[in-house]
């Protein structure tokens, strides 16, 4: 495999569009033949990290995980994929530098905008106490200072979230499209 690997780390609160960029990244990737893995935050906590909550810990434990297969993949020339919440600056920080292909972007938009789609419904639980810990409600998150790539999901359309995604991987020479 003729590629660079690198990891594409898109963070920010549930709702965002982390998973939604992620995918069409992903599929873009795909249809110009590079070799990519998708770490879905919500598929990784059924199988890799099931049984971890969402204690600082257990989210710590879940991120250094996922940067672990992330780290395996990204030096064997894959492109991967992650989209966590990953609220926690010094954990994120902490895969950045053992990863170091590394593009972090920060998907964001208010959370008033997040909570208003409710893709899941899970604000709605959160709001009502059902689930708690939940991140933005009552449970921090820390912005990156320093991302790579914003994506203001609540001002561009999807095309400009993944076009901006893909001038980063051209710019710093992962992709040659
Ligand atoms: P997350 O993975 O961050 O929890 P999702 O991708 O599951 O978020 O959901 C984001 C929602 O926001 C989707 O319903 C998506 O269609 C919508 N959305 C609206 N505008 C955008 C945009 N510019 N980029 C990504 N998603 C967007």
């Given at each position: 495999?003729?590629?660079?690997g ?58 250094r ?6 780290h ?17 600056r ?15 972007v ?67 020479g992962?992709?040659?499209?």
């Amino acid at each position: 495999m003729n590629q660079r690997g690198v990891t594409l780390w898109f963070t920010g609160l549930s709702g965002a569009g982390k998973t939604t960029i992620s995918r069409a990244v992903a599929e873009k990737l795909r249809s110009l033949n590079y070799g990519i893995e998708i770490l879905d935050g919500d598929i990784v906590r059924q199988n890799l990290t099931k049984g971890l909550g969402f204690s600082k810990e257990d989210r710590d434990e879940n991120i250094r995980r996922i940067g672990f297969v992330a780290h395996l993949l990204t030096r064997n020339g894959v492109i991967v994929l992650v989209s966590a919440i990953s609220p926690y600056r010094e954990i994120r920080q902490e895969v950045r530098e053992k990863i170091g292909n590394f593009i972090e972007v920060f998907v964001n938009a208010p959370l008033e905008v997040c909570e208003g789609r409710d893709v899941k419904g899970l604000y709605k639980r959160a709001r009502a106490g059902e689930i708690k810990r939940f991140t933005g409600i009552d449970d921090p998150y820390e912005a990156p200072l320093k991302p790579e790539v914003e994506c203001r999901t609540d001002l561009e359309d999807l095309d400009e979230s993944v076009n901006k995604v893909f001038n980063k991987l051209t710019e710093l020479g992962y992709i040659s499209n």
